[in-house]
C-alpha cells in the first residue's frame, strides 16, 4: 500500500515561492505504471490537478499553471516536489500529492496523502 505525506510550510507571502515535498513509504516513484501528482482544493471550490510526474522522470503541468509550476523528484530520497512561485492569495488551499497505479485494461488504484494547508498572505 502506496503511503503518502506531504511536507512544507503552512504560510507563504505573496510573491513568493511555496514549495511542498511528497515523500513516498511503501512504494517507489521509479516503478513503471505509477504517476505522482499534486492536486489543491482552494477553500469552498472543487479539487484542481496542477500536475503529474511519471515513473520515467516525465512531468506534465495543468495549462493554466505551466507558467509558474514545476514538479521535480528525487529518486534517492523516495520523494517528489511541487513549486509554485509567484503566490497570490488566490493560492491559498488545500494541497494534496497523489499517486495512480494502473494494472491494465484501464484499471487502476489512487493513493492519497492527508493534504496539507497552505496560506498565502502578508
Known amino acids: 500500500q502506496v503511503q503518502l505525506q506531504e511536507s512544507g510550510p503552512d504560510l507563504v507571502k505573496p510573491s513568493q515561492t511555496l514549495s511542498l515535498t511528497c515523500t513516498v513509504s511503501r512504494g517507489s516513484i521509479t516503478t513503471r505504471d505509477q504517476y505522482w501528482s499534486w492536486f489543491r482544493r482552494p477553500p469552498g471550490k472543487g479539487l484542481e490537478w496542477m500536475g503529474a510526474?511519471?515513473?520515467?522522470?516525465?512531468?506534465y503541468v495543468s495549462p493554466s499553471l505551466k507558467s509558474h509550476t514545476s514538479i521535480s523528484r528525487d529518486t534517492s530520497k523516495n520523494q517528489f516536489s511541487l513549486q509554485l512561485s509567484s503566490v497570490t492569495p488566490e493560492d491559498t488551499a488545500m494541497y494534496y500529492c497523489?499517486?495512480?497505479?494502473?494494472?491494465?485494461?484501464?484499471?487502476?488504484?489512487?493513493?492519497w496523502g492527508q493534504g496539507t494547508q497552505v496560506t498565502v498572505s502578508s
Open positions: 497523489h499517486a495512480r497505479t494502473y494494472y491494465g485494461r484501464g484499471y487502476y488504484q489512487d493513493y
Open positions: 510526474l511519471g515513473y520515467d522522470g516525465s512531468t
